[in-house]
C-alpha cells in the first residue's frame, strides 16, 4: 500500500502562483507514475498534469501548459505542482494520484491524495 499525503493550496488571487505537494509513503512499481488532477464543483475529476519517477517524462493537459508545472524529488519522494498566472477557472479540490503508468484518466491510477482546496478570487 502506498500513502500519498498534500499539501499546499489555499485562497489566493488572479494572477498569484501556489506550489502544491504529495509526499508518497514509497516508491514502487505501482506508482511509478504520479498525476495531479482536480475536480470544481459540479464537474468531473479532470488530469491537470502527470509524471514519471523514471525519466521524468511530463504531460499536461492544454488548460493549464504553460501556467503550470509539475516536478519531483526522488530523494524525498515528492512531487509538485506549481502553479502560476492563477485564473478563477483554476478553483478546485486538487488530487495527486500514483498509478504504473502515466495517463490522462483518473481510473487508471491507484492511489490517492487526500485532496486539496484552491481557490483563486477575482
Known amino acids: 500500500q502506498v500513502q500519498l499525503v498534500q499539501s499546499g493550496g489555499g485562497l489566493v488571487q488572479a494572477g498569484d502562483s501556489l506550489r502544491l505537494s504529495c509526499a508518497a509513503s514509497r516508491r514502487t512499481y505501482s506508482t511509478n507514475a504520479m498525476a495531479w488532477f482536480r475536480q470544481a464543483p459540479g464537474k468531473e475529476r479532470e488530469f491537470a498534469a502527470s509524471i514519471s519517477w523514471i525519466g521524468g517524462d511530463t504531460y499536461y493537459a492544454d488548460s493549464v501548459k504553460g501556467r503550470f508545472t509539475i516536478s519531483r524529488d526522488n530523494a524525498k519522494n515528492t512531487v509538485y505542482l506549481q502553479m502560476n498566472s492563477l485564473k478563477p477557472e483554476d478553483t478546485a479540490v486538487y488530487y495527486c494520484?500514483?498509478?504504473?503508468?502515466?495517463?490522462?484518466?483518473?481510473?487508471?491510477?491507484?492511489?490517492w491524495g487526500q485532496g486539496t482546496q484552491v481557490t483563486v478570487s477575482s
Open positions: 494520484a500514483g498509478g504504473p503508468r502515466q495517463s490522462n484518466y483518473p481510473t487508471a491510477y491507484d492511489f
